[in-house]
């Protein structure tokens, strides 16, 4: 009985050598990491977590200043009047012509804001008669702007049929020419490309 006990309690040779191994495992395991086997729970929030944060903020950053960077190209192209930067109904042979032929004149338009600007420095004015007087200027200055306009897109419909042909001269093209007329050449866009006498040819 003694003998079966003893028998029982010592572990046979094959239970020892499958210990050992599982010790000499995780041992080996253990030197070549410099740390014990992650537990399947560390591994699964492991992979839980983000692997390349900073990569992510990185490239965001990185969009941001592409997305700014092409803005300011199209806006520098915009201003130069580069053809693949113009809005639609700038776009064309035709409206660049309209354009510099604008640009090279100078039209009574364009001194709308100005004498408005000082129409109402008028209004302050004691006086009565000068608030008149500089509210008939402006609606006289605003009559002459108007009829400039109108004479400033027939003559600019004349010079595109004599250059582009009869039937070829786009519609919209006397109120384009009159609406540019109307700004303050500094504030045009795009930009004059010519200087004021260079009519287009």
């Keep these: 009985?003694?003998?079966?006990?003893?028998?029982?309690?010592?572990p046979s040779a094959a239970e020892q050598a499958s210990a050992d191994a599982l010790a000499e495992a995780e041992a080996a395991s253990t030197g070549k990491k410099g740390r014990p086997?992650?537990?399947?729970?560390?591994?699964?929030?492991?992979?839980?977590?983000?692997?390349?944060?900073?990569?992510?903020?990185?490239?965001?950053?990185?969009?941001?200043?592409?997305?700014a960077e092409a803005r300011e190209r199209a806006r520098e192209g915009l201003a130069r009047?580069?053809?693949r930067y113009l809005p639609q109904r700038d776009r064309g042979p035709q409206r660049r012509y309209v354009r510099d032929y604008v640009d090279a004149r100078t039209s009574f338009g364009e001194f709308m804001i100005p004498v408005m600007?000082?129409?109402?420095?008028?209004?302050?004015l004691p006086s009565v008669d000068a608030q008149f007087i500089a509210i008939?200027?402006?609606?006289?200055?605003?009559?002459?702007?108007?009829?400039?306009?109108?004479l400033l897109g027939y003559?600019?419909?004349?010079?595109?049929?004599?250059?582009?042909?009869?039937?070829?001269?786009e519609k919209g093209v006397g109120w384009y020419a009159g609406m540019r007329a109307l700004q303050l050449r500094v504030l045009r866009l795009p930009k004059p490309q010519v200087k004021r006498g260079e009519y287009p040819v």
Aim: hydrophobic fraction near 40%; glycine fraction near 4%.
């Design 136 to 150: 008939i200027s402006l609606w006289g200055f605003f009559l002459i702007a108007i009829i400039d306009s109108i």
């Design 37 to 67: 086997t992650p537990t399947r729970k560390e591994r699964e929030a492991a992979r839980k977590r983000p692997l390349v944060p900073d990569d992510r903020k990185r490239a965001r950053v990185e969009n941001r200043q592409r997305m």
């Design 117 to 124: 600007f000082l129409v109402i420095i008028a209004t302050f």
């Design 155 to 169: 003559l600019v419909k004349r010079r595109l049929r004599k250059k582009f042909g009869e039937d070829k001269v």
């Design 1 to 10: 009985m003694a003998r079966r006990n003893d028998a029982s309690s010592t």
């Design 81 to 83: 009047g580069e053809e």
